[in-house]
């Protein structure tokens, strides 16, 4: 089976930083695109930020120039920077993968970590 597991979550102050880190494991070929989610009570969740295998990067309109999307393919992680936090930005944000295996399956998701941003 392949496995994301999200890290980095947490409670900071409306202006302030958290890294988000999600690493996959288990037996896989190889990675696609990987992207960060978010779901805020009450409200569909929603792509924030991805990026592909060529590192070509998405943004969610409200999140460009403060969140910043990278991978490293070596160690099968991908991560969000999320830089001048606002309290609209707290959620619970999942890690999303399309992942070659020999399975048909191919979209992998992670159990979520909480950013919440309050004074």
């Known amino acids: 089976q392949v496995q994301l597991v999200e890290s980095g979550g947490g409670l900071v102050q409306p202006g302030g930083s958290l890294r988000l880190s999600c690493v996959a494991s288990?037996?896989?070929?190889?990675?696609?695109?990987m992207g960060w989610y978010r779901q805020a009570p009450g409200k569909q969740r929603e792509l924030v930020a991805r990026?592909?295998?060529?590192?070509?990067?998405h943004y969610l309109d409200s999140v460009k120039g403060r969140f910043t999307i990278s991978r490293d393919n070596a160690k099968n992680t991908v991560y969000l920077q999320l830089n001048s936090l606002r309290p609209d930005d707290t959620a619970v944000y999942y890690c999303?993968?399309?992942?070659?295996?020999?399975?048909?399956?191919?979209?992998?998701w992670g159990q979520g970590t909480q950013v919440t941003v309050s004074s």
């Open positions: 999303n993968a399309q992942i070659q295996t020999f399975l048909p399956q191919n979209d992998y």
């Open positions: 288990g037996s896989f070929f190889s990675i696609d695109a």
């Open positions: 990026v592909t295998s060529g590192a070509s990067t």
